[in-house]
DNA sequence: CAGGGCTGTTGCAAACCGTTACGCGACGTT
DNA sequence: AACGTCGCGTAACGGTTTGCAACAGCCCTG
């Protein structure tokens, strides 16, 4: 019992389901009349933020690509996510002093830069923005609980069939291509990502070229059979 | 390089990192002023609320022992986490029209519903409710980085010793002993919560005890030693 | 009180993944 | 152009975790 599977879902539940609402992109020239939104450009290998420093922004990735990195006490460290256009980073420190997480830039990105409690303020003033930036703390969480969900229950292959899904799919969102694209990390990012060694991250995409699902050149990639590559991962990452 | 420690942190920022600033707790009395509070008691076993449903009311727990549970398209399912007296249920569904998850009282609860739209709303008159709402979402995804930190780079028995600890110091925030306490989950949850399998949690803490750490005997469980047990767990959760 | 189901425990074999090691090619520097 | 470095791919080995299976104990029910 118990094993009731989203699909024994009403109609209306799938669709609520359905990770990517349409929300009302933040209005930066909007914001600018409240506060003081600059911008910032952060080459890559350089560090938009690093755990410990004092918190004083939100920031808004308006071009290029991110990682952000968790290191626990002892040195355990993990990459928590990639970030890229429209994507807000930051909201994990709310209600903190000091950032927790590092935020590397992998190539050269600009973020918009929104000052941490003017942006709390004026949010008070602004409910859409309340609804915005609760929206994308909730996101967040969603997001975390995702790859939880792969992390904890599906074998190597399968989160780095997950992986490459879920990239097409926040690439395909902002108009690239969803079948051809570069990963603009490194194996041991990935891997790290995935809770897995980088030797396991090439084994796995070495065996999904072997059956026909990809195409994989260094960072190259090219998804060859999405449906197969879908189904091979458990479905999770969802792609047009 | 690169290996720095949070001991490497200047003292402020080794403040800001501790997980559980005190923050106001939220007042029930004053949030009644302004929308319908109404208390919900959920007996063992049932549903506090489950994926698919409509969305309409956050959640405070009041009293007794809660676990919510992901599900994904495939019919795998994964515990998400544990909560208890003073924790806020439901945030991870905001922005959306159904929860994504199912939450489940492991034993019988008492329960806080703020209706949702109107405790949105309510935040924009009361700033200190807004920061309590806030900070609960940047709370959450912070514990869940956490875990990710804990089930990616730990082998099993460093996290179910993690495991313990981390419910121990919540028992003690709320004044309950953290050296002897009962489980209010089965094997199951714990290695689901885990990403293990129940035998290999069995097995973990039957070493722990061997080697004297802990005493076991189904739910009971007694830290023996918690220096010991921290030092083993990397260290990751803080407790007195 | 007996029976049945659920939960927890333990042993053994097998699979998976991490570890270690090494080779290769691209890139940047001297 | 030679060199060193870095990222990536491959292979063999070993260890941890898992899966299977059998069993014991508790609780609920009849």
Redesign the pocket.
């Known amino acids: 019992m118990q094993t009731s599977l989203a699909s024994h879902l009403p109609e209306s539940a799938r669709a609520a389901l359905m990770p990517f609402e349409a929300l009302p992109e933040l209005d930066i020239q909007q914001l600018q009349h409240h506060m003081p939104v600059t911008q910032r450009k952060v080459k890559a290998g350089q560090y938009l933020y690093r755990a410990g420093q004092p918190f004083h922004a939100l920031y808004l990735v308006h071009a290029g690509f991110l990682k952000t990195s968790e290191l626990s006490e002892d040195g355990r460290e993990q990459v928590t996510g990639f970030r890229m256009r429209g994507d807000l980073m930051g909201v994990e420190t709310i209600g903190l002093k000091a950032h927790t997480c590092d935020a590397v830039a992998l190539e050269d990105s600009v973020i918009w830069e929104l000052p941490y409690p003017p942006v709390l303020d004026a949010s008070l003033h602004i409910p859409e923005l309340q609804l915005r930036l609760s929206s994308a703390l909730a996101e967040e969480i969603r997001r975390d609980r995702s790859w939880m969900l792969t992390i904890g229950t599906l074998?190597?292959?399968q989160?780095v069939a997950a992986f490459l899904l879920d990239i097409a799919s926040r690439l395909a969102r902002l108009g690239f291509s969803a079948r051809h694209f570069i990963?603009r990390?490194?194996?041991?990012?990935i891997?790290s990502f995935l809770?897995?060694?980088?030797?396991?991250?090439?084994?796995?995409?070495?065996h999904l070229e072997d059956i026909g699902y990809i195409s994989?050149?260094?960072?190259e990639v090219k998804l060859l059979d999405i449906p197969m590559l879908r189904s091979h991962a458990g479905m999770r990452a969802m792609l047009a």
Chains 1, 2 share one sequence.
């Open positions: 074998p190597a292959e989160r990963l990390m490194g194996r041991a990012d891997a809770a897995l060694k980088h030797e396991t991250v090439t084994r796995a995409l070495s994989v050149q260094r960072r």
